[in-house]
């Protein structure tokens, strides 16, 4: 355990707060609130093509509104592209990253990334980590332990894109460091980023968080909720009653008299349980909730 604790919420701009979103908010709160620790909201807003105008402000209300208060001012990532930047060229020059100038068409058919670029001295704006040869293995807070093979599993991967803009992998790693994050919880389609992330802590010098992936909110068809549709429970539901929702969800089980948002929040910090997170959220049969 790292102390003193600080906890992120890391939302991209790319719609409202959804209620997977929220859950993802509602355990990253509560696990740095438990840890008498510090809790920051982190705006990803460094993908201009897929950002929509005003979510971010939106959300950030949002979070006030449902009484998830930050220690901190909010962060932008759009404000730390320098830190970025800095942060490939010193990979570049180390040589444990290389310009690659391979089109997506070129790779189509490959697994993953076969190594074209990995010797040649190219101009090209797009940079990838080399990585090693070896296996990584992930310790998950709550989900099972999983061991990566580096070169085949991952194989070298993008932390520049070809459009000049930092990739998420790099952004991250390096605004969690500067943040001094020690734990890092979020939902499950983000697992598989946790070995690129410690493998880039490692080549770069940076500390390690902990991390803790809960399960994700999945549409009836199994596919991941991202974002607000109409049939969202926050579309209808009062503050008190979507967090009361969220922290159920998430097997936690407030009591229902209990009908104060403060009063709501002081039992979830003092009766959070990790260990009670189900391993699986139940698919079809939140839509409509509290309705
Ligand atoms: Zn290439």
């Not at 950030?60 to 509104?65: G, R, S």
């Not at 208060?69 to 932008?76: G, H, K, L, P």
């Not at 503050?239 to 229902?256: E, K, M, S, T, V």
Request: hydrophobic share 40%; with cysteine; aromatic share 6%.
């Amino acid at each position: 355990m790292h102390t003193p604790y600080r906890g992120r919420f890391a939302p991209s701009p790319t719609g409202d707060l959804h209620l997977g979103s929220l859950l993802s908010a509602v355990a990253s709160y509560l696990q740095a609130r438990r840890h008498n620790g510090q809790w920051l909201i982190r705006i990803e807003d460094i993908d201009p093509p897929r950002e929509i105008h005003g979510s971010a402000a939106g959300i950030v209300k949002d979070l006030q509104t449902l009484g998830l208060q930050a220690d901190e001012a909010v962060s932008y990532q759009s404000n730390n592209t320098a830190a970025y930047r800095q942060a490939v060229t010193h990979l570049l020059v180390s040589a444990k990253a290389f310009r690659c100038s391979c089109s997506r068409k070129q790779l189509k058919n490959a697994p993953v990334y076969p190594g074209n670029c990995r010797k040649l001295q190219l101009d090209a704006c797009a940079v990838r980590l080399k990585v090693a040869t070896r296996q990584l293995t992930v310790i998950d807070l709550l989900q099972t332990t999983r061991e990566y093979a580096l070169a085949e599993n991952i194989g070298d991967f993008i932390i520049w894109r070809a459009d000049d803009l930092p990739a998420y992998q790099l952004a991250v790693v390096v605004d969690d460091a500067a943040m001094g994050i020690t734990e890092v919880v979020r939902g499950c389609d983000l697992q598989d980023s946790t070995p690129r992330q410690l493998y880039l802590q490692e080549c770069l010098g940076l500390p390690q968080p902990d991390y803790l992936h809960i399960p994700l909110l999945t549409d009836k068809n199994g596919r991941k909720l991202s974002k607000r549709d109409n049939d969202d429970p926050l579309n209808r539901l009062q503050p008190q009653a979507a967090i009361r929702l969220a922290l159920q969800l998430l097997g936690q089980q407030p009591p229902l008299e209990i009908s104060d948002l403060d009063k709501l929040w002081d039992w979830a910090i003092a009766h959070w349980q990790v260990r009670n997170i189900p391993l699986q959220f139940p698919t079809s049969s939140i839509r409509g909730l509290g309705c």
